[in-house]
């Protein structure tokens, strides 16, 4: 119970010294207020005469001052616009160099990689080519001479005693069995 009545005590005092303070404040208060009223009513005038309103009641000379003062502002834009752009530019640039970097290390893997596969082709084709000629035998000419006859269109031919004319043998011989790898019925038609 004491601890509340302390408690009520101080801040009932702390209030009297309030109250007996606020008439110094309150005038203090009132000053800045008009002072500050009076910024504002300035700057909302400038801020109007920038936005091209009210300019009837400017005199020649202050219509020069602001126009000096939109100068020397557009002037500052500018160099900040410019400022970013060459900032903006540079990074792009440096952008740039990084992506065609990128690129001519990635054409590169991809011509080693194709060089690979190439080789890897040769290699296979020669593995290939050694498997299935281990003697020569299986050479495509070696095994074109034994599927495939020669025919001759109109009968055997023989070169005569001149060397130059073609004369067609005294006795027709039946046609020995060639030695391939042609079924039977496919020969028939070449014996016929």
Do not use: C
């Given at each position: 119970?004491?601890?509340?009545?302390?408690r009520?005590?101080?801040?009932?005092?702390?209030?009297?010294e309030l109250?007996?303070?606020?008439?110094?404040s309150?005038?203090?208060?009132?000053?800045?207020y008009t002072?500050?009223?009076?910024r504002?009513?300035?700057?909302?005038?400038?801020?109007?005469?920038f936005?091209?309103e009210d300019?009837?009641?400017?005199?020649?000379?202050e219509?020069?001052?602001?126009?000096?003062?939109?100068?020397s502002?557009l002037?500052?834009?500018?160099?900040?616009k410019?400022h970013?752009?060459?900032?903006?530019?540079?990074?792009?640039?440096?952008?740039?160099?990084?992506?065609?970097?990128?690129?001519?290390?990635?054409?590169k893997?991809?011509?080693?990689?194709?060089k690979e596969?190439?080789?890897?082709k040769?290699?296979?084709?020669?593995?290939?080519?050694?498997?299935e000629?281990?003697?020569?035998?299986?050479?495509p000419?070696?095994?074109?001479?034994?599927?495939l006859?020669s025919?001759?269109?109109?009968?055997?031919?023989?070169?005569?005693?001149?060397?130059?004319e073609?004369?067609p043998?005294?006795q027709?011989?039946?046609?020995?069995?060639?030695?391939?790898?042609m079924?039977?019925?496919?020969?028939r038609?070449?014996?016929?």
């Amino acid at each position: 119970m004491d601890r509340i009545l302390e408690r009520y005590e101080r801040y009932s005092y702390a209030e009297r010294e309030l109250i007996a303070a606020d008439p110094e404040s309150q005038s203090n208060f009132s000053l800045e207020y008009t002072k500050l009223k009076g910024r504002i009513e300035i700057l909302l005038k400038n801020q109007r005469h920038f936005m091209g309103e009210d300019l009837d009641s400017l005199s020649l000379k202050e219509l020069q001052n602001l126009e000096q003062q939109l100068d020397s502002a557009l002037k500052q834009i500018r160099t900040r616009k410019n400022h970013l752009m060459y900032e903006s530019i540079s990074e792009l640039q440096k952008k740039e160099k990084a992506l065609q970097e990128q690129n001519n290390q990635l054409e590169k893997k991809l011509k080693e990689k194709e060089k690979e596969k190439e080789k890897e082709k040769e290699r296979s084709v020669t593995q290939q080519a050694q498997r299935e000629q281990p003697n020569g035998q299986n050479s495509p000419s070696f095994v074109l001479s034994q599927t495939l006859p020669s025919l001759n269109i109109g009968g055997p031919y023989q070169v005569g005693e001149t060397g130059n004319e073609e004369q067609p043998p005294q006795q027709p011989q039946p046609p020995s069995r060639p030695n391939t790898l042609m079924p039977p019925w496919m020969l028939r038609h070449v014996r016929e």
